[in-house]
């Protein structure tokens, strides 16, 4: 008895990876939720599909895809696909906050790996937020660069609010070998996936 032979699949569709700069307070799916706006309202991508998940009051680097494999291999944890995120924390970092975050932080859904962590200055290249914030009292802040290798529900902001020091603004810079280099806010480029 032979076995059945395949049936033959349409036209292939092209693997398409693309890198959009989402701003804040946009969701990272198609389709509003009845109080913030998706992507759909700002992209025109029928076919395409979120690598991952950038948080509503998170802005930058969000991976689209048209390829399942691409995005299952892109959000697999098991990838340990490095993430730099720039965060702009209340508070003046010290040595032990550093050290704590480099080493690993237990959080409630258990220890995250090490990240590599350091202090820098504002970015020069980075857009003015949208809508500006009005602080009626200045606090002390600072910018951190930090790399992580897994992608927990707003990891980065859980583990420095453990540390003392609550993240005020995150933005995404890369994914893997994508970051937003002369990507403008709202705006996005294909990649070679």
């Not at 040595?95 to 820098?120: C, F, K, N, S, Y």
Request: net charge positive.
């Amino acid at each position: 008895m032979s076995r059945p032979r395949p049936r033959p699949r349409g036209a292939t569709v092209p693997t398409r990876l693309v890198a959009y700069n989402k701003p804040m307070d946009v969701l990272s799916q198609f389709t509003d939720d009845g109080h913030w706006p998706g992507l759909g309202r700002f992209l025109d991508m029928p076919g395409m599909y979120p690598a991952g998940r950038l948080d509503r009051d998170s802005e930058g680097l969000l991976l689209l895809t048209n390829d399942g494999v691409l995005q299952a291999r892109l959000t697999d944890p098991s990838s340990h696909t490095p993430k730099t995120y720039l965060a702009l924390v209340e508070g003046v970092p010290d040595a032990p906050a550093i050290m704590a975050l480099r080493a690993g932080i237990t959080l409630a859904d258990g220890p995250t790996r090490p990240a590599e962590v350091d202090q820098v200055d504002a970015p020069a290249w980075l857009w003015p937020r949208v809508p500006p914030v009005r602080h009626r009292v200045t606090v002390p802040d600072a910018w951190l660069r930090l790399t992580i290798t897994e992608g927990r529900n707003r990891q980065v902001r859980r583990m420095c609010a453990h540390v003392g020091l609550p993240v005020l603004r995150l933005v995404r810079w890369s994914v893997g070998p994508h970051d937003l280099d002369g990507l403008a806010l709202g705006a996005w480029r294909d990649l070679i996936p």
